[in-house]
Structures are given as structure tokens and as C-alpha cells.
């Protein structure tokens, strides 16, 4: 039988277990960065001081991260956009 030391086996556990958790890092990470979804949908634009801004919790009246101010947004043409 191999006799081993219980400072020794609590040593080669948490060597091991960081090794595995280090490895569980890696491999996540090789995945890639999430992707951003850009929909059109989601993007406003500050009508007071032209900021572009990210909202994707509101449809219709959205709160610019800027200024503050409060934008509506707009009926996009057919074959046109509201940000040309």
C-alpha cells in the first residue's frame, strides 16, 4: 500500500483542483467573445446631442446614457433609415 503524508495529499488535491479549474478557464476563453447583437432595433440616437446609444429594454421612449435628455424613436421609411 502507498502511505502518503496528509499535509502531502491535501497539497496534491488543491494542485490538482486549481490545475483543472485553470484548464476549464482556458478552454472557455477559446470559445470567443460573446457576440454582439447590433440590430438596428436596439440602437437610438440622442436628438439633442447626436450621442448613438445601446437600448435594448425599451421600444418606443428611451433615456440617452449621455445628456439625460428622453428620445422617441422614429418610423423608419421603406428603403430608407432613420439614421442616414
Do not use: D
Given at each position: ?42 440602437l437610438w440616437q440622442c436628438s439633442i446631442c447626436t450621442y448613438v446609444y445601446i437600448d435594448s ?28
Open positions: 500500500m502507498l502511505k502518503i503524508e496528509f499535509s502531502a495529499a491535501i497539497a496534491w488535491y488543491l494542485i490538482l483542483t486549481t490545475c483543472l479549474v485553470l484548464l476549464v478557464l482556458v478552454f472557455e476563453n477559446r470559445k470567443g467573445p460573446k457576440q454582439f447583437s447590433s440590430e438596428k432595433s436596439f429594454r425599451h421600444a418606443n421612449i428611451s433615456q440617452c446614457s449621455r445628456c439625460g435628455s428622453y428620445n422617441k424613436k422614429e418610423e423608419v421609411e421603406k428603403g430608407g433609415s432613420a439614421y442616414a
